[in-house]
């Protein structure tokens, strides 16, 4: 199979991908609320990215101030291997929604 990683690449695929892999490297430097981040994490993944926005996953989300520190956190994270890969709950666009009303309201 060809391993390009230019041009389009089917969602179904990339999911998949996501559940065979330990890390996802976000270069990004802004963010929402991150849609790639939460997948990632649902797989099971760890997430290196800069401050990108409200991110909120203890233990699988690593926030670097620069480029050295992601590539150290990587290194950390490949050579450990204790680092935990398992599918995770993540919350939900309703309970976001749920907790958000309820500081409205409060």
């Known amino acids: 199979p060809s391993h390009d990683i230019c041009g389009e690449v089917p969602n179904e695929k990339v999911i998949e991908n996501m559940y065979n892999s330990?890390?996802?490297?976000?270069t990004s430097s802004f963010e929402g609320q991150s849609a790639v981040i939460?997948?990632?994490?649902?797989?099971?993944?760890?997430?290196?990215?800069?401050?990108?926005?409200?991110i909120e996953h203890s233990g699988r989300i690593h926030?670097?101030?620069?480029?050295?520190?992601?590539?150290?956190?990587?290194?950390?994270?490949?050579?450990?291997?204790?680092?935990?890969?398992?599918?995770?709950?993540?919350?939900?666009?309703e309970q976001t929604l749920d907790k958000l009303l309820g500081i409205c309201e409060a």
Do not use: W, Y
Not at 22 to 26: N, W
Not at 38 to 54: E, K, S
């Open 38 to 54: 939460t997948n990632a994490v649902r797989a099971g993944m760890h997430v290196v990215c800069f401050d990108v926005g409200r």
């Open 22 to 26: 330990r890390i996802l490297l976000h």
């Open 63 to 93: 926030v670097c101030a620069d480029e050295q520190a992601m590539a150290e956190k990587i290194a950390v994270l490949l050579l450990d291997i204790d680092t935990p890969h398992s599918i995770q709950k993540v919350i939900t666009a």
